[in-house]
């Protein structure tokens, strides 16, 4: 077969069932046996599209997302992507096409080295000219992308070798010498940290993103339940504890909750599970928990003190990790050893209720986001699936939709891109179709890569987007507001005006709706719940000037968290 039927082969092999992307002269040849194969192939509309749309695939089913591009622009859109795939744990395979082998360095036409534009931004990626190497080198790249901590991984293939004659071989084992991922973390460093645990006065659960990669959501409660240890889960990990139970403080960070960041603050012991201690978690790294100590368990050990002085490392996959834990305190609960946290939930407990995510209605009648997102919430309930962009509107989705259960919140935490919710969202739709998907996204990211909008109506895929139009870049006005003297330059997008959105999204083929008073909104999601045949649009033009809080300024002290714009909360020493 050719190089290209082997291509297709061995993506079925590695048990590909839909592919996002878009053809091009370097991966036309692969084109050509995709359309016998069992694999469905999803046009977009933009290789951002395709990449964003994997990585949702990946996030709300757990099993590898794939896009393909050709050479040169194709190759190069997918980077942002890959980038954030890579800072989000997403497993990922892109491949491109490349070209032909005696072109390559010659600056020919479409031509980008690609493998080396993203070598910082994949966990691999490989050149193929050698027809014979692409069955095993599609192995490798699901393996690699799906084993240890999960990641994006690309595969050039140039043309020529698309093209040429090879025998197909999937490979019954893999060699990789350089790759041995630890999953099982080690006894002594298990024990180590149990009598840590026993020990502390004030310890918590700090749970990262990769509790969720690993599925080990049904651990943690049972961790959480035995030990009465509060928790709190990152922007990565929201559903990775339910919302509901009485020991989550809530999300931590630049605008989390002031439980999740006196929590932490306050603690004596930092129980770190798949999280890596980022910039928007610990503000100032410096005055970050000053009285704890840190547990920090993580699949990557280059994660392990990395930004914080770790007392206890344990390398090892975090299902494993905590159903460790959770074996040998069993054990010594049996033995009549258990920790003493009653006087530190009881104070963290006060703090959560004295300040409860909370928010103010306008006083000019007009539509408040957060108001929109808590109806969203209630009406769409705990089995919907929330893709969100980045900005005001995935913070305040974060606070006030209430996720009781994994994989239904899926996001852009570490790179932060724009214009992730609609193509992220066509991803999920497609890797879950029966569940309800919820895009919600801001008027600035919407802008940007609406045109999925066309793949999700042609191809049956019924994504439902809120649309949070405060008619800004919203999160950047409100660092002018706080810290530039109001002097909004730029961020006025004028999206109440142009577009009409709803008539884009009927253009597009969807339905597409509007709402602008609180009356409205229960009927207005009610009707779009409703719509289960094509992808529905709501403009819910929201108060401009709604804020998001809890905040920490960027590089300050945690402890500095405002609670409202001149509202700073008390953390009473003596009762911690």
Not at 198 to 209: I, N
Not at 434 to 463: H, K, R
Not at 536 to 557: E, L, Y
Request: aromatic share 6%; with cysteine; net charge negative.
């Amino acid at each position: 077969m050719t190089g290209a039927q082997s291509l297709i082969s061995a993506l079925e092999a590695a048990g590909t069932r839909h592919i996002f992307g878009i053809p091009g002269g370097a991966i036309l040849p692969a084109y050509d046996p995709l359309m016998d194969s069992s694999i469905r192939h999803i046009l977009v509309r933009h290789e951002q599209g395709a990449g964003h749309a994997a990585q949702g695939y990946a996030a709300a089913t757990g099993r590898v997302g794939v896009c393909m591009a050709t050479s040169g622009p194709g190759a190069t859109n997918l980077v942002t992507p890959l980038a954030d795939a890579h800072m989000d744990s997403v497993p990922m395979v892109a491949v491109t096409g490349q070209v032909g082998a005696s072109s390559i360095g010659t600056d020919a036409f479409q031509e980008a080295d690609i493998r080396g534009i993203t070598m910082p931004v994949t966990k691999h990626n490989f050149l193929v000219t050698d027809p014979a190497e692409i069955a095993r080198t599609i192995a490798e790249a699901f393996h690699i992308a799906s084993t240890g901590r999960p990641g994006p991984v690309l595969v050039d293939v140039a043309k020529s070798a698309l093209q040429a004659q090879t025998t197909y071989a999937w490979p019954s084992e893999l060699h990789l010498p350089g790759y041995r991922p630890i999953t099982r973390p080690h006894a002594k460093q298990i024990k180590e940290a149990v009598r840590l645990i026993l020990d502390a006065k004030r310890p918590v659960l700090y749970v990262g993103g990769g509790t969720i990669r690993a599925g080990a959501s049904r651990e943690l409660l049972e961790l959480a339940n035995l030990t009465g240890i509060p928790v709190v889960t990152t922007l990565m990990a929201r559903g990775a504890l339910p919302d509901s139970h009485p020991q989550h403080l809530g999300m931590p960070g630049m605008h989390g909750t002031v439980a999740a960041v006196a929590g932490l603050q306050r603690s004596d012991l930092i129980i770190c599970l798949g999280a890596r201690f980022d910039d928007r978690v610990t503000g100032n790294l410096d005055s970050f928990a000053p009285g704890a100590r840190v547990i920090h368990a993580d699949i990557d050990p280059a994660e392990i003190g990395k930004n914080r002085t770790t007392d206890v490392p344990i390398v090892g996959d975090c299902r494993e990790v905590i159903t460790d834990l959770t074996t040998l305190l069993r054990t010594e609960a049996a033995a009549g050893r258990t920790g003493d946290y009653e006087q530190w939930v009881d104070y963290i407990v006060g703090i959560k209720q004295r300040y409860p995510v909370a928010y103010d209605q306008p006083t000019d009648g007009s539509l408040a986001p957060q108001y929109v997102l808590e109806r969203l919430s209630d009406i769409a309930g705990p089995d919907t699936i929330y893709c969100a962009g980045v900005g005001q509107h995935q913070m305040w989705a974060a606070h006030y939709i209430d996720f009781e259960k994994p994989r239904t919140w899926i996001n852009s935490g570490g790179l932060g891109t724009m214009g992730y919710a609609v193509p992220a969202a066509m991803g999920a739709q497609v890797g879950r179709p029966e569940a309800t998907v919820w895009a919600v996204d801001g008027d600035g990211c919407f802008q940007m890569t609406n045109q999925e909008l066309a793949t999700c109506a042609i191809n049956a895929i019924p994504i439902k987007v809120a649309i949070i139009n405060n008619e800004s870049l919203g999160m950047v006005r409100q660092w002018q507001t706080l810290f530039y003297n109001e002097r909004y330059s730029n961020t006025d997008l004028d999206s109440k005006r142009i577009p009409d959105f709803v008539k884009l999204a009927d253009a597009y083929g969807c339905e597409g709706l509007a709402c602008e008073s609180p009356d409205d909104v229960d009927a207005t999601i009610e009707k779009a719940m409703a719509i289960d045949d094509r992808p529905v649009v709501v403009d819910f033009r929201v108060n401009r000037d709604a804020m998001v809080w809890p905040m920490v300024a960027a590089g300050t002290s945690n402890d500095d968290i405002k609670y409202a714009r001149d509202l700073a909360p008390r953390f009473e020493e003596d009762e911690a």
